[in-house]
């Protein structure tokens, strides 16, 4: 079963614009960590955040933001002013305490930034 | 800062050929993981190991075999190569313990099988 959604296949946005990308996660576990990788085009995953099941603060870092809302299982990212830069795949993943190392990676969605 | 190197970039096989991707990382990482990443379908495990010369499998471990002889070494063997494998293949490494929920990607490899 699939433990992590992005529902979010694809957006496009224009530079400037902000974008939010939706992260929802299933699981029984108490505690858990969350992440969100960026994959540009050259390809290798380039980690952003990790957040564990305790720690419900919004946490900020330049251009970008995440919200974590453990009512409603969700941990969204959003990008303020967005930039070409921006343009690549994002991937919400889940680590679930109760195992051993491994990762549950969401489908990812694919963010175009326009000039 | 951790580095998770992977022999290939770009590879192109031919069906039938026994195919060997190799996966380095140099900080001494207990665990190591292979995914295939599929337009659509995200990353998916294909096999992981916690220590030398243990391998788990993953989600999709069918038509792959891995070898982890040495530490900092885990390899991805195709058998015999189909058509269904092409794919990009990522390499991952972490901690064991306390930070082992955060992995680090190595830049992937693209497979061509004709």
């Known amino acids: 079963a699939q433990k992590v959604t992005q529902a979010q296949t694809e957006i496009s946005v224009v530079e400037k614009e902000d974008v939010t990308l939706d992260c929802v996660y299933e699981?029984?576990?108490?505690?858990?960590?969350l992440f969100w990788y960026k994959q540009p085009p050259s390809g290798e995953l380039v980690f952003l955040i990790r957040?564990?099941?305790?720690?419900?603060q919004n946490e900020i870092s330049g251009r970008y933001s995440w919200n974590f809302q453990k009512s409603t299982s969700s941990f969204n990212f959003t990008i303020t002013a967005s930039q070409v830069v921006d343009s690549a795949v994002y991937f919400c993943a889940l680590f679930r305490g109760s195992t051993l190392g491994r990762l549950y990676f969401g489908r990812g969605t694919q963010l175009t930034v326009w000039p | 800062d951790v580095k998770v190197t992977q022999s290939s970039r770009y590879l192109v096989k031919r069906t039938g050929e026994k195919v060997f991707l190799e996966c380095v990382q140099d900080?001494?990482?207990?665990?190591m993981f292979w995914y295939r990443q599929d337009p659509g379908l995200g990353l998916r495990l294909i096999y992981f190991s916690y220590d030398v010369k243990m391998k788990e499998k993953g989600d999709i471990p069918e038509g792959y075999s891995v070898s982890r002889e040495k530490k900092e070494r885990f390899s991805l063997i195709l058998e015999s190569a189909s058509t269904n494998q092409t794919s990009m293949y990522l390499c991952?490494?972490?901690?064991?313990?306390?930070?082992?929920?955060?992995?680090?990607f190595g830049p992937g490899t693209r497979l061509l099988v004709l």
């Open positions: 957040r564990n099941s305790f720690d419900e």
């Open positions: 699981t029984r576990d108490t505690t858990y960590y």
């Open positions: 991952a490494s972490s901690p064991a313990g306390l930070s082992q929920e955060t992995q680090y």
């Open positions: 900080m001494d990482h207990e665990n």
